[in-house]
């Protein structure tokens, strides 16, 4: 894991037909005023990189993933699941992601990370709404590094707020606490990242939904003299 000191130039832009999400992201993303914040869908916008919450296959039938593969083309499919299976085996873990190649001058990448193992699975329980948004902006930080300013612009929806049935608060403040990680930290694999987010929003059922945490990796340590 390493820190990163100089702040992203990255434009993110957040983006749902949702009205309930759109104004719960307002809410969450209140003091962190960079952040675009508009109603609408994701094929509007002029970015880089879309983000779409996907399944560990990567089987583009419902949701998001179904509206980015009829306007991308079901090779967009392809190149995903491709994907998953060189790096992941076959199966994307949710806290992981994919970064590929969109065929279309706008986006020019896909990040597809998962927010759910299989279609329509409710994880209105679970961590995976951070989970997958803080994956999806460690990919965009993976493909910065391997060609530097590739990705200068993201456009993300409401993860989990659809299929998932995330209540709205809740998916924009586990939106915010992977947004924040991505300006403070990169990490060195995506083991590192699950396991730093679970341990410290392991216990967040229990808080109210107005809550953000903002997440904190784990301190390196000193090396010995």
Known sequence: ????????????????????????????????????????????????????????????????DAVIKRY???????????????????????????????GAVKPRFLISTPTMEASSQNVSETLNVALACAAAFQAIHQQNNRAPGSIRSVALVGMGAQTGRVPARVCANLMWSGYTLFNDHSFEDYDDLRSTIVAQLD?????????RVRIAPPKRATPRR
């Open 72 to 102: 991308l083309g079901a090779g967009i499919q392809l190149r995903v699941q491709k994907a998953i299976h060189s790096r992941f085996a076959g199966a994307l873990p949710v806290g992981s992601a994919v970064c590929v190649p969109s």
């Open 203 to 211: 216990d967040i059922e229990s808080a109210p939904v107005e809550k």
């Open 1 to 64: 894991m390493t820190e990163n000191r100089v702040q992203s130039p990255l434009r993110v832009v957040l983006t749902d037909i949702n009205t309930a999400v759109v104004e719960a992201w307002r809410a969450a993303f209140a003091d962190t005023p960079e952040i675009e914040i508009r109603k609408g869908s994701i094929l509007d916008e002029d970015a880089d990189a879309w983000v779409s919450p996907t399944n560990s296959r990567g089987r583009m039938d419902g949701g998001v």
